[in-house]
């Protein structure tokens, strides 16, 4: 069975695709009554959503008497705002000095933030602080001489593992730039969201070359463990190259797999429940986007591979589905236009446009959530003034059901859009 639409030949296997669209004037300003915000993080309750962001209030024209705030909204389904925002740093702890904030959900319904505090000292340090639900700290620790390794498009800095442990990036400078460890930061986190003993695991040591290696991303595997996606040096420790490596609940390395050059500045992991993965990262600059899938013994793998459009490669973020599929969101950074890509299990690539030239998303922060079997939530800073805005992005699934020469066409997902099929190749004989 064949379907045509839109001058091309669909299966029945793969004519979802025709129904994959968005409305982008269905967006939903997520984020209001901010001048301006940062370093937000999206993440789903049973309820909806939970936005955290620096608030940014303008008192003068300059830098110098603005207030810094971070703050927790809460979001329903739609991803509208409901209720108040909960401060958890006030105006008196805030400052512009502060950066790099990533929150992840703990057990009980308590959180922990983790930032990177400046405030002109020569040596930053890393901030790690457990807040409950009224945006009361229950703990807090001061990391100094370590920096974090997060990378400016918000993919997970910090994610919980299975034995509720804190894992996090961190270059290592207690010995000096010239001697920093890049390294897996591992904070149990106990009863009442009491931070244990920390351990680390090295990913590499900057000792044994010129250059400093710092680039590393890390996601939570749901079958215990992590993986991350991390900068070290070739074999004959020649040149710095990007690993996909994977990690047990031990972290110990279960596998690992060298998959770009020199170095990324811009990447994201989207992993399923049964532990693939797919990473999609830049390779060294611009254009020069890859993607590449894994599980942690190595053995379901394809790619690295190039994106279809080359142009469409700034702030990718990507979300994984129960199906295996997994869903790329990203941006082209001349003309501010969108793309969404669709990687099925085979790692073969499907392509589309999201917006045009209005309500199109800024080159700034965005994020992909998982929020249903089909459906993931997007929330982007806009390009055209101060304000997150979330949209659903659905991978629609059709399902054909053929009977006595008939057929009948449903859509398993959320969304439906109006269309027209014409049906080809189909004989009353069957």
């Known amino acids: 069975m064949t379907f045509s639409y839109g001058g091309r030949t669909y299966g029945a296997e793969d004519f979802s695709f025709v129904y994959d669209a968005v409305d982008p004037a269905s967006a939903v300003e997520a984020l209001t009554n901010f001048d301006n915000y940062d370093d937000a993080t999206l993440l789903k309750t049973a309820s909806g959503f939970d936005l955290f962001a620096e608030r940014i209030t303008y008192t003068n024209l300059g830098n110098c008497n603005n207030e810094f705030e971070f703050v927790r909204v809460s979001l329903d389904e739609n991803g509208m705002q409901t209720g108040n925002p909960v401060v958890i740093l006030g105006a008196t702890e ?6 790099n904030y990533r929150v992840i959900a703990l057990p009980g319904g308590n959180h922990l933030l983790v930032y990177v505090k400046d405030d002109g000292l020569e040596i930053e340090t890393l901030e790690f602080r457990v807040f409950d639900d009224s945006g009361t700290a229950l703990a807090t620790r001061s990391l100094t001489s370590y920096e974090a390794t997060f990378i400016w498009n918000y993919a997970e800095g910090v994610v919980l593992t299975q034995n ?24 149990p986190i106990e009863a ?3 931070l244990g003993t920390s351990t680390t695991v090295d990913l590499f040591d900057n000792a044994a070359w010129d250059s400093e290696a710092n680039d590393c991303v890390v996601e939570a595997l749901p079958g215990g463990g ?5 900068q070290t040096a070739d074999e004959d420790n020649s040149r710095l190259v990007t690993h996909a490596t994977f990690f047990d609940e031990d972290f110990s390395v279960t596998s690992t797999k060298h998959v770009g050059g020199r170095y990324f500045t811009d990447a994201d992991i989207a992993c399923n429940d049964v532990d693939e993965c797919v990473f ?3 390779d060294g600059g611009p254009d020069a986007y890859l993607y590449f899938k894994s599980n942690p013994d190595g053995s379901e793998t394809f790619g690295p591979r190039p994106f279809t459009d080359q142009e469409y490669d700034n702030t990718l973020a990507a979300a994984a589905f129960a199906d295996g599929t997994f869903m790329f969101v990203g941006g082209e950074d001349d003309t501010i236009m969108s793309q969404k890509w669709l990687v099925d299990e085979n790692g073969v690539l499907e392509q589309m446009q999201l917006f045009h030239p209005t309500w199109q998303p800024d080159d700034g922060y965005r994020q992909l959530v998982t929020s249903g079997p089909y459906t993931a939530k997007f929330i982007y ?3 055209d003034g101060n304000a997150l805005l979330t949209i659903d992005l659905h991978k629609n699934q059709l399902k054909v059901v053929e009977s006595d020469g008939s057929f009948s066409v449903t859509n398993e997902s959320a969304h439906t859009v109006e269309t ?5 190749g189909i004989l009353s004989d069957g």
Not at 94 to 99: A, L, R
Not at 420 to 424: A, C, E, H, N, Y
């Open 94 to 99: 805030g400052s512009s000095d502060h950066s």
């Open 164 to 187: 509720n442990e804190a894992v996090t990036c961190v270059l290592d400078m207690t010995e000096g730039e010239d001697d920093s460890v890049l390294q897996l930061h591992i904070t």
């Open 192 to 194: 009442g969201g009491a």
């Open 226 to 230: 992590v993986v991350a996606l991390h």
């Open 280 to 282: 999609v990262f830049d």
């Open 381 to 383: 800073d806009s390009y």
């Open 420 to 424: 027209s099929v014409v049906l080809v």
